[in-house]
């Protein structure tokens, strides 16, 4: 029987994929996994039970990951499982952004109580929410993950302009671009050229503060800079004095902070991006699955502190080795019975499926140097 707490309200449609040798709770001891959505487990105590942390969404902010690598506990993440949520949002931002919508409806709200007059009063005050059109304009794209791509290809079918950039394009997301997008090979060649920029990076120190005044000032004048991704990755600051002066049209950001609630041109929104039922499904049945492959299979899938590493089983025993540093000969040659082996590095930690065929080498892999957990399967 395994344990797994929930930190948030988690989707049964994940949960139920567990099965019957599963207790999930919100109140189990002892738990083998937790699966989470935006709770915060940085100043969580963090049992000796616990294998796998499962985040239901992409970014994994509020899981102190080093902290985990380094007690040998997996944290998984969902990428693309709310890629849609969030581009439909995204879309919706990039309207905002232009048509003086959100600022028309409040308006509109004042002349509550006009009677008949209030037909004529609209059409007398409508000039002051002017907006342009998207088609036709340059979007530019930081960041084409499975977030990414959706929008840049969506843009493109509304008949927008698209260019991008990302350091990290694999082959394989690049396949998945509409042939008319093109990716530039740094930031400035993207801002520079854009009526409108939208971020989907994560938030890492090389990526703090982003959009920054120096970055702004490259930008076109009338510039609309939409956030969807993390709060940090645009300088509250930074974006503010450009509204006032003139050079940012807009912002709109998923990301309320004191900063930017209620200042003029910003558009702020409580965090919206996943917020679709079919998006809380999707993250939490990938988290589930995540979570059952890897404590019954030792299969990692979408760690984001560990190398993903999976094999087909070929043993009658399989060792599940988390270490730090250069081990992989070292486990290899402290296990008897040996059958297979599969293993990979990411940074400093690495991760080797073993099969045998006998469990009698679990001590010698234990003492191998710089291994910080070994589980037998």
Not at 175 to 182: A, H
Not at 226 to 254: C, E, F, H, M, P
């Amino acid at each position: 029987m395994y344990n797994v707490l929930t930190l948030n309200k988690i989707s049964p449609n994940g949960t139920s994929r567990l099965g019957a040798d599963y207790n999930v709770g919100d109140a189990v001891e002892n738990p083998a996994a937790v699966l989470v959505r935006s709770a915060s487990m940085h100043d969580m105590e963090l049992p000796e039970s616990l294998l796998a942390i499962a985040r239901c969404g992409a970014g994994t902010n509020n899981i102190p990951k080093d902290v985990c690598a380094d007690k040998g506990i997996v944290v998984f993440n969902t990428p693309g499982a709310n890629a849609n949520a969030v581009k439909e949002l995204v879309l919706a931002g990039l309207f905002l952004s232009s048509r003086k919508v959100v600022e028309g409806i409040e308006w509109a709200k004042t002349l509550k109580g006009n009677g008949d007059a209030v037909g004529k009063m609209a059409e007398k005050g409508k000039g002051q929410f002017v907006g342009p059109e998207i088609l036709g304009k340059t979007l530019g794209v930081i960041g084409l993950g499975a977030i990414g791509i959706l929008v840049a290809n969506a843009a493109v079918a509304l008949g927008m302009k698209v260019i991008g950039y990302d350091p990290f394009l694999s082959v394989n997301n690049a396949l998945k671009l509409d042939p008319s997008i093109k990716v530039y090979p740094t930031v400035d060649d993207v801002i520079t050229q854009s009526d409108y920029v939208t971020v989907h990076v994560p938030l890492l120190p090389d990526t703090k503060d982003l959009i920054d005044a120096e970055a702004i000032a490259k930008m076109k004048d009338g510039v609309r800079i939409l956030n969807y991704s993390r709060d940090g990755l645009v300088n509250a600051q930074a974006v503010l004095d450009g509204i006032k002066s003139g050079k940012v049209a807009k912002y709109v950001t998923d990301f309320s902070t004191d900063e930017v609630l209620a200042e003029d041109g910003v558009i702020c929104m409580p965090h919206l991006g996943a917020s679709t039922p079919e998006s809380e499904d999707n993250c939490a049945v990938m988290a589930a699955d995540q979570v059952k492959e890897y404590l019954e299979n030792g299969n990692i899938i979408n760690s984001v502190n560990f190398p993903n590493v999976t094999m087909a089983k070929s043993g009658a025993v399989r060792y599940c080795v988390l270490f730090k540093g250069d081990a992989v000969k070292a486990i290899t040659a402290a296990v008897s019975g040996l059958k297979a082996v599969e293993a990979k590095t990411r940074g400093d930690y690495g991760y080797a499926i073993v099969d045998a065929d006998d469990d009698a080498s679990k001590a010698a892999l234990e003492a191998v140097e710089g291994v910080i957990k070994v589980r037998v399967i």
